[in-house]
């Protein structure tokens, strides 16, 4: 396979992706996002080698939505491309045990580099409306969402606005962003 | 929802991560795994009368030895397989390391005595009961610790399923020796190790289903 980036770009990639996630993890927002813009771009074109092009953009946030919710899993010794690697190849196989396309699932993804190897930041239009999703959470967790994530209130702000206690906020983002991976799957 | 506006949903308001949250969610299963399975043996089967006693000898430790060193290799393979892209590597020896052992010890002791006194070593009293024993208490130690998975991110979940089903049936197990009049080596080579069996092989089932994420 013809490489098109080479080992230290790679591994600049690498160190760079890693210490933004890694500032993410300590609560700076603004390398958190960057983290993600920039893993997003990476997956979206692991994705669309593997899948066909109306599928991308959906099995794309729902990866990025696995990796926030798994983010309390990752090691901060660990290369960041085998942590990545393994939630997207997770989420890939789910996919396609789903639509019962077994073939692919023979599809080796044991190279780690090749996830850092393109970048393609034209986004297609998901099929999956996630924001209608997010309407049928329950409102404890539904109304956090709004408030925390969506709006930018803070936590003490949405806890006054809403009758719940800060703690009960933070757990209903928590859960909400878990539900929603279950709503995606479609088991709930 | 575009998938730009599902990045800034994610990274608004982010909150700092808690490093130990692993550590804690795994102490708090089996510290209350270890309770339940307590409570479950004090209400079913009691613990032996003459414990005071047997506790001052070192073969009750060597008893406890098995169960104990084995949870503590099935709870490094669980948490392992807990996080996406950890290989389990030198996790499994620490697994496979306790049973060889016991299983050396037992072959030893059995070669050491005649013939004729081999079977009752082996079978002891109690070996129809103690492997559906030690599976009873794992109902409540496979459901604490399956809790403190969910709470993490498996990728390969008939695998995780099954060490923690080992870990369950570990717990299970250090508690029920506290019941289990059994002293023979060979015992446990053979009964021990097919109680905690079990709850590995129901992990190993129930893994795809339970763990998803």
């Known amino acids: 396979m013809q490489r098109t980036t080479s080992h230290e770009a790679l591994k600049a990639r690498e160190a760079q992706l890693q210490l933004l996630l890694l500032l993410g993890l300590d609560g700076d927002e603004a390398a958190y996002r960057q983290f993600l813009t920039l893993l997003g771009a990476h997956l979206r074109s692991f994705l669309r080698r593997r899948l066909q092009s109306h599928e991308v953009e959906d099995l794309l946030q729902e990866a990025l939505l696995a990796v926030h919710n798994a983010r309390h899993t990752y090691r901060r010794e660990q290369p960041l491309t085998a942590w990545v690697q393994a939630i997207a190849r997770y989420k890939l196989m789910d996919h396609f045990r789903a639509h019962a396309r077994h073939d692919a699932l023979n599809d080796p993804l044991d190279d780690q580099a090749e996830l850092l190897a393109d970048e393609d930041h034209h986004a297609n239009q998901a099929q999956r409306d996630l924001g209608r999703l997010l309407e049928q959470l329950p409102d404890k967790q539904r109304l956090p969402i709004l408030h925390v994530k969506l709006e930018g209130l803070s936590v003490e702000e949405t806890a006054r606005r809403t009758g719940l206690s800060a703690s009960a906020v933070k757990v209903g983002v928590h859960r909400g962003l878990k539900a929603l991976a279950a709503l995606i799957r479609g088991d709930q | ?213």
């Open chain 2, 1 to 213: 929802m575009k998938t730009e506006q599902l990045i800034d949903m994610l990274a608004s308001n982010t909150a700092p991560v808690d490093r130990r949250i692993v550590t804690r969610r795994f102490g708090t299963a089996i510290a209350v795994g270890l309770l339940l399975a307590l409570l479950v043996l004090l209400i079913f089967f009691g613990i032996r009368p003459n414990i005071g006693e047997i506790a001052a000898t070192p073969l009750f430790w060597a008893k406890l030895a098995l169960p104990a060193t084995l949870l503590a290799g099935a709870l490094l393979v669980t948490t392992r397989l807990a996080r996406p892209g950890v290989t389990v590597g030198s996790g499994w020896a620490t697994v496979a390391a306790p049973v060889v052992a016991v299983w050396l010890a037992a072959l030893g002791l059995l070669l050491s005595v005649s013939t004729d006194s081999r079977w009752s070593l082996i079978f002891g009293e109690t070996w129809r009961s103690c492997p559906m024993n030690i599976a009873l208490l794992s109902i409540p130690t496979f459901a604490c610790v399956f809790w403190a998975i969910r709470g993490l991110a498996p990728t390969r979940l008939r695998l995780a399923g099954a060490a923690g089903g080992l870990l369950a049936g570990s717990i299970a197990t250090l508690v029920y020796s506290l019941h289990c009049p059994e002293m023979s080596v060979a015992f446990w080579a053979v009964w021990y190790v097919l109680g905690m069996l079990i709850p590995t092989a129901v992990g190993a089932v129930l893994g795809p289903r339970l763990l998803r994420w």
